[in-house]
């Protein structure tokens, strides 16, 4: 079984975020989709919260698993017995944080390998930070989110 990870805060996932889901299935036969805690990053969303929106964003894409982890990646990846991380890339500033990610990562363990994918033009301008500021100010972002992540984030009293 070829499987990958897909890890990152996710804080809260996006129709972005879900194009690389998407799309890596079609290379791997199981993503693991690591929810970093990241408590330094302050996110909005509690990680029970962020983890319960991308459960029910990808419950009918197959070869899905969502973990939650608060450790190096590569340890991560250890535990999970496989050497492939997948990363998405929207802009050339992404390009070059995640290029010294995978780096870093190669020169913890050999072995690794980063594979990037870039969402389609529809999604490349989509963040989980644009989405958080819309839901801030009380913006519409109902089209940057699965209608299931958007459903929940509506139903939380804290957002209005």
Same mark, same amino acid.
């Given at each position: 079984?070829? =499987?990958?990870?897909?890890?990152? !805060? ?27 805690? +990241?408590?330094? =990053? =302050? ?8 983890? #319960?929106?991308?459960?029910?964003? !990808?419950? /009918? ?18 535990? &999970? ?15 070059? &944080? ?6 870093? /990562? %190669? ?12 969402? !389609? ?7 989980? +930070? ?7 100010? /009380?913006? /519409? &972002?109902? %089209?940057?989110? %699965? #209608? ?7 139903? #939380?009293?804290?957002?209005?």
């Amino acid at each position: 079984m070829k =499987k990958a990870i897909y890890s990152g !805060t996710f804080d809260p996932i996006t129709n972005g975020h879900l194009d690389i889901i998407k799309r890596a299935r079609k290379v791997f036969d199981q993503i693991i989709i690591a929810v970093a805690i +990241s408590e330094a =990053k =302050k996110p909005m969303f509690s990680i029970e919260q962020r983890v #319960k929106f991308i459960k029910s964003a !990808t419950k /009918n894409i197959k070869g899905i698993k969502v973990v939650a982890f608060d450790t190096l990646l590569v340890d991560f990846a250890k535990e &999970y017995k496989t050497n492939n991380i997948i990363r998405g890339l929207r802009a050339v500033s992404d390009f070059e &944080y995640e290029l010294q990610m995978g780096y870093a /990562n %190669h020169s913890l363990n050999k072995n690794l390998e980063t594979i990037y994918f870039m969402p !389609t033009l529809k999604n490349a301008f989509i963040s989980s +930070s644009i989405v958080r500021e819309l839901i801030k100010f /009380n913006g /519409n &972002y109902k %089209h940057l989110v %699965h #209608k299931k992540v958007y459903q929940q984030i509506q139903n #939380k009293a804290i957002f209005r």
